[in-house]
């Protein structure tokens, strides 16, 4: 059963203006979780991460938002750039826990 | 560069072969993890290795097997490959200081 779930399989947006990812998860005792980004034949990359004790996490152009009472995360990306193009996947973790549940990603373009 | 190597970066193989795909990192992580990336289904965790001769099974590791003789190395072994094993198989370790995740660059194995 898929603990983390990315229910849009893809994403258009035009150049300069928002891309908005979303997250759901079913445990509620993740406790920490990730954005990774992956271009095409490459391995995916960390991006941004989130404790649950925070609801808002911001590195430049990413900002990740935790909603706990609803097992909801997304991701924000402002200005979007053709750059971002690529597929993003959410992960849950527990942090003593060794096990990272990932979701089956959403490919985002970003149209110059 | 995360320091992390898999190979062989592509391989096809026939139904029924053993394959043994190799995952080495520099960085003397404890925590490695094998993953299948399939369409629809995102980053599904086959095994995973928290030390030397310490692993455990994931989601998906049915027909898998996995060995960590020295901390740099993880191996992941089919012992007799299927059709439905054809994926792209990444390799990662846990940074257990940032909690995150990093990947190798992935193996294309294709089972005909």
């Known amino acids: 059963d898929q603990q983390v779930k990315q229910n849009s399989p893809s994403l258009s947006v035009q150049e300069g203006r928002i891309s908005i990812l979303n997250c759901d998860y079913t445990?509620?005792?993740?406790?920490?979780f990730l954005w990774y980004k992956k271009y095409p034949a490459e391995g995916p990359t960390f991006l941004i991460s989130i404790s649950s004790i925070k609801d808002k996490n911001e590195d430049g152009r990413f900002t990740v938002f935790l909603n706990k009472s609803a097992k909801h995360l997304s991701l924000h990306i402002v200005p979007s750039q053709p750059g971002d193009s690529a597929v993003y996947f959410c992960?849950?973790?527990?942090?003593?826990?060794?096990?990272?549940?990932f979701g089956t990603g959403t490919s985002l373009t970003v149209i110059p | 560069d995360a320091g992390i190597t898999q190979s062989p970066r592509h391989k096809v193989t026939e139904t029924g072969t053993p394959v043994t795909l190799r995952c080495h990192q520099t960085?003397?992580?404890?925590?490695m993890y094998w993953y299948r990336q399939d369409p629809g289904h995102g980053l599904r965790l086959i095994h995973y290795s928290y030390g030397v001769k310490d692993t455990d099974k994931g989601e998906v590791s049915d027909g898998y097997s996995v060995s960590r003789s020295k901390t740099e190395d993880f191996l992941l072994t089919l012992e007799s490959a299927t059709s439905s094993q054809t994926s792209v198989y990444f390799c990662a370790f846990r940074d257990r200081g940032t909690n995150e995740q990093y990947f190798g660059p992935g193996t294309r194995l294709t089972v005909t």
């Open positions: 445990n509620s005792m993740f406790d920490y």
């Open positions: 960085e003397n992580h404890r925590y």
């Open positions: 992960a849950a973790s527990l942090l003593i826990g060794n096990q990272f549940y």
